[in-house]
């Protein structure tokens, strides 16, 4: 492959095949660019493999375990349920294998080059790539690091054992009797929740004064009430200070206050945020490359770094750790790279977390609509009198829309309930094309759907709603 240790040109390099990745690759590749991939362990980076497509295989299989445990309110019997985790496994599995196995063909499609691998900086227009058969010399004319992140490690818990990341919950060989989770982010409540549908006694140690932080109280308070109906603590206030594991279980000490507490379970889920994987053996202090105390690289509108023709995208740049965000920044970069004159633009990057109900949130909450200057209009409505989630048997949750009560632009929306992950794209669009509230009222939703609580929420804000009544 190499004379001697020659550079083999190419356009651009891509380091990292995770969402954002290789969706640069595939981008630049479209726009005539000779494109490398690389990645030390997998296409599809933590998000299809051991992240986002794995976790909600997993709490799909849940919610279907439930569903048939729950079965009689809609007059089905259908006798007592069980669970063989080791074909939940299996059926996970499968998912990502499918979608893994279809972003490489969509590489192989787009002629982009991927090799598993490392890389290493040489300096700002080389980088040698290498694993355990070869190691090829690269020269670039532009280059696009989307490393991603890793679990964050305490040192008071490490990763081994009994105690588990995220990764680790996710290739447990058994439905654990019990679990604790330490962080009640949308990490930690997506993989208790999914876990003590499947039976296991679950106990959530969060630092702040409630869980699900991200998200407004009046959405976290409806998942807390659901979570401590499925057979799981929830301590907020608390703080976790050391572990102690056998070959059998796990012990962990918090405090709360003064108090000193213990709780013993099999195993010790740990999720209190990422790192960006910007340090190792990537060589990026070898070419000075500006990066904030955190190891984020400070990039420009166009995902540019301090290095005019290397580009950053991901989790290793400002921002939430989230895969469109990454998909997003990567389209971005590739077409900078190509001269086009795109730029990020982060007014619209919906919050989801997978929660039983479901929370989804775009733009601005109330508060910070408020904080902005803007004299706020609000529309909140319920599922529960929504005739489709009542035929669904799942009436938890509303739609609250927040809006410029002068303009009548919609700035912000949330969503618990049923659905609400898919709910969500209607409003971000809204929000994206500058819509009103008159412009969603306008719009004819069909019936009977959940989509249509959306319209009743604005109506509510402008003061003429059919399904609910307002006292004027």
Known sequence: MVVGDASLDIDTLVIGAGPGGYVAAIR?????????????????????????????????????YESISHASAFGIEAGEAKVNFSKVQ???????????????????ANKVQYFQGEVMFINENEARVFNDQEAPRYRFKNCVIATGSRPIELKAFPFSGRIVSSTGALSLPEIPKSLVVIGGGYIGIELGQMYSKFGTKVTVIEGSDSILPGFDKDMSSIVAKKLKSTNVDIVTGAQAKSA?????????????????????????????????????ELGLDLINLKMSDRGLVEVDEQCRTSIPHIYAIGDIIAGPALAHKAMY??????????????????????????????????????????????????????????????SLNATEGFVKLVSDADSGLVLGAQIIGLEASNMIAELALAIEMGA?????????????????????????????????????
């Open 436 to 472: 009103t509230l008159e412009d969603i009222a306008l719009t004819i939703h069909a019936h009977p759907t959940l989509g249509e609580i959306v319209l009743d929420a604005a109506e509510v804000a402008l003061g003429h709603p059919i399904h609910t009544f307002i006292k004027k």
């Open 90 to 108: 299996e059926f996970k599995n499968g998912v990502v294998k499918k979608l893994t196995g279809g972003v490489a063909s969509l590489l192989k």
């Open 329 to 390: 920044e990567g389209r971005v970069a590739a077409e900078a790279i190509s001269g086009l004159p795109s730029v990020i633009d982060y007014k619209c990057v919906p919050a989801v977390c997978f929660s039983d109900p479901e929370c989804a949130s775009v733009g601005l909450s109330e508060k910070e609509a408020k904080d902005k200057g803007h004299n706020v209009k609000m529309g909140k409505f319920p599922f529960a009198i929504n005739g489709r989630a009542i």
């Open 244 to 280: 102690e594991q056998t070959d059998k279980d796990v012990t962990v000490t918090y405090t709360v206050g003064d108090k000193e507490e213990k709780v013993t379970a099999d195993y010790l889920l740990v999720t209190v945020g990422r790192r960006p994987n910007t340090d190792g």
């Open 28 to 64: 630049a590749a479209q726009l005539g660019q000779n494109v490398l991939i690389v990645d030390k362990e997998y296409v599809g980076g933590v998000c299809l493999n051991v992240g986002c497509i794995p976790s909600k295989a997993l709490i799909s299989a849940a919610h279907q």
